[in-house]
């Protein structure tokens, strides 16, 4: 193995890429639909993160603060039910029922504070953790305290059915594997297809580049464009949140995941015909956790039965669930365990066709 | 003696059932020009793919420059060159993209893709696509190609294949002018002119053995036979070619009479072709 090589194959990998239909079609495509999505069930320009306040007295220092936050849109209510209720409809995406002499209890520092804090099921997770962050940091200015210290205990109730998604959360998983398995899987096969048809892996590796050069380097261009494609579906759904060391963590895997099997593909699949009756055989398989995530009355282990559920869960889960590694463990483990099954197959694959390209060219 | 550029013993290899390489043997001296000639099918493009590291030997052994081409196939690579008969270029990619992907890939310090591109007439077409060439200037591309890592070997298969006189003269330019700076040169073609023209000597391989190996002259001289062919005008106003061979007793006798009682209109002296050498060892034509 050669780093400099690769990373000069990879640049080579772009410059031809960047002038190939069908790279430039499969990368566009899922944006295009995404946003086309969006549009379709107006989501593209949701509107900014929506609070209401219910003040029982002696708040309107706090609340003014809120009132006059550029990132937040703000509503006062005259009642705690009247707050409840404006949630419960999704007026609201949350509610912050303040109760009486709230402030001066902050203030003083010796008291423990209580607040109720609605949240509506259906928000996006985006904005709750802007709502969050948004109220954590008016707090800290209202007590004049580090925030951690501060005397404060906030009941938090989920107000509607969590499960009631909207249509661009709903086709988010498909989106996610569209991207990350067109991006990681269909150009490093297509690309590899083609360097054999034209017999132009032939030339690379009667040079001192080895085979598994010319493959680590389509696997890695897979790989990073299947990250790419993956954070751009996250960020036009406004799903890019959660912790992001563990999101990349998963978004590597599951692009590794499809590179890997995106250059089985190509070595295995004659020409580019046969590729593409391959995919079509096997795309619904690739694709169908993602379309059975459509339905939410579907039982989740049906998804669980395909290999492309493993990249899509913990990433949906990361994203739009704030769920922790531990959390994810097990679909990780899963997913590595598949990894490790491609590596072998394609270990084996590579040696072949070193044997098979003499004999091609 | 010096050690040989090419070193070859009972190469051996089979696809399946079919022999292609019967346990040849051979050496190439360094700077020499050998010419491997022989039907489709005799074996060449085998010899070469082992040679190249493309394929393993089943049997036998070969070195090239003294390294073996199994154990040491990444070095051998580093220090050949190839033009193979087909196309394989980047065709979305320009002539100077091309060649600076593959210095890159031997790691040649302060390439010159230009210096090399102006040497095989390619000069002022270097940043058009590659797909916009004629096949004549794709074919000096590959050259140009294998020139990049300035190798100590070059091997070309049928280099000049349904080239234009043009082309073909520029290859042959290029061979010439390697072979003077010392590269070794393989060169597998069933063009015998080409390899007449070109080797210091041939071996023509046929069913995947070696069944003659030396310099054109000298396989001329043992296998071939001399002859005059002469265009005599008849009484009735035609004509008819006559051929006296030149290696016979009477020869001169022959050669007199006919000089004598014919009225001649043309006289040409005839060598034995590589072809008909090679037809005449093995009972089969290189087209075949």
Redesign the interface.
């Known amino acids: 193995m050669d780093i400099?090589?690769i990373w000069?194959?990879m640049g080579?990998e772009v410059?031809?890429g960047a002038?190939?239909f069908m790279t430039i079609y499969v990368l566009v495509m899922p944006v295009i639909i995404t946003l086309l999505v969006a549009l379709v069930f107006g989501d593209l320009f949701a509107q900014t993160p929506r609070l209401g306040i219910y003040d029982a007295g002696g708040g309107e220092r706090f609340t003014q603060k809120l009132l006059d936050h550029p990132s937040i849109n703000t509503t006062l209510y005259s009642s705690d039910a009247a707050l409840r209720n404006a949630v419960e409809r999704g007026t609201e995406e949350a509610g912050m029922s303040l109760p009486a002499g709230f402030i001066e209890a902050l203030e003083s520092g010796t008291e423990e504070v209580n607040f109720t804090v609605y949240r509506w099921g259906e928000a996006g997770v985006r904005n709750l953790l802007l709502l969050e962050s948004t109220l954590g940091r008016t707090l800290v200015e209202g007590g004049g305290e580090g925030f951690d210290q501060l005397p404060v205990s906030v009941v938090s109730n989920q107000i509607g059915n969590a499960n009631t998604l909207t249509w661009s959360q709903r086709l988010l998983p498909l989106f996610l594997i569209m991207a990350i398995v067109l991006g990681g899987m269909w150009i490093p096969a297509a690309s590899l297809i083609e360097e054999r048809e034209?017999?132009?892996l032939?030339?690379?590796?009667?040079?001192?580049?080895?085979l598994m050069d010319v493959y680590l380097s389509k696997t890695l261009m897979g790989l990073i464009l299947s990250g790419i494609m993956a954070v751009i579906i996250l960020l036009l759904n406004r799903a890019f949140a959660g912790e992001l060391a563990l999101l990349l963590l998963v978004i590597a895997l599951g692009g590794l995941m499809s590179s890997v099997f995106g250059v089985i593909l190509g070595s295995v699949s004659k020409d580019m015909d046969t590729f593409m009756g391959i995919v079509k055989a096997v795309g619904i398989l690739l694709y169908a956790p993602g379309i059975l995530k459509i339905f939410p009355q579907v039982p989740e282990w049906i998804g669980r039965i395909f290999p492309t559920y493993y990249l899509m869960n913990p990433l949906l889960e990361v994203s739009q669930n704030g769920a922790g590694f531990a959390e994810i463990l097990l679909d990780v483990a899963v997913l590595a365990v598949i990894i490790a099954a491609l590596l072998v197959i394609l270990s084996s694959v590579i040696g072949r066709q070193?044997?098979q390209?003499?004999?091609e060219? | 003696m010096a050690q040989p550029a090419i070193s070859v013993n009972d190469l051996h290899y089979s696809?399946g059932d079919t022999l292609a390489v019967d346990g040849i043997s051979f050496d190439v001296a360094e700077g020499e020009v050998i010419g491997f000639l022989g039907p489709n099918g005799a074996g060449k493009s085998t010899v070469v793919?082992m040679l190249?590291?493309?394929?393993?030997p089943q049997k036998g052994s070969a070195s090239l420059l003294g390294m073996d081409i199994v154990k040491e196939r990444?070095?051998v690579?580093?220090e050949?060159g190839?033009a193979?008969e087909?196309?394989?270029?980047?065709?979305?990619?320009s002539a100077v993209?091309n060649l600076d992907?593959?210095a890159?890939?031997?790691?040649v310090p302060n390439f010159d893709a230009m210096g090399l591109l102006e040497k095989v007439g390619l000069g002022g077409r270097e940043k058009e696509h590659v797909a916009s060439y004629s096949k004549g200037m794709k074919q000096r591309l590959m050259m140009a190609?294998a020139l990049v890592s300035d190798p100590k070997m070059l091997f070309l298969d049928e280099p000049t294949d349904g080239l234009d006189p043009v082309s073909t003269e520029t290859i042959h330019a290029l061979i010439r002018a390697a072979t003077q700076n010392g590269t070794t040169v393989f060169l597998t073609t069933h063009d015998m002119v080409e390899a007449d023209k070109l080797s210091d000597r041939v071996a023509f391989l046929n069913q995947g053995k070696i069944v003659a190996l030396d310099t054109p002259a000298r396989l001329k001289l043992s296998f071939g036979m001399r002859a005059l062919k002469v265009e005599i005008e008849l009484p009735d106003g035609g004509t008819e070619a006559r051929e006296l061979s030149l290696d016979l007793d009477q020869t001169a006798q022959d050669v007199f009479d006919l000089f004598k009682n014919e009225r001649i209109l043309t006289v040409h002296s005839e060598e034995a072709t590589l072809e008909d050498i090679f037809f005449d060892i093995t009972g089969r034509g290189l087209q075949g």
């Open positions: 400099q090589r000069i194959l080579k410059r031809l002038t190939n034209k017999r132009t032939v030339a690379l590796t009667t040079t001192p580049t080895s070193q044997q390209l003499a004999m060219s | 696809y793919k190249t590291g493309q394929l393993t990444k070095r690579q580093q050949i190839i193979f087909t196309t394989n270029l980047y065709e979305q990619m993209e992907l593959f890159k890939l031997y790691k190609r």
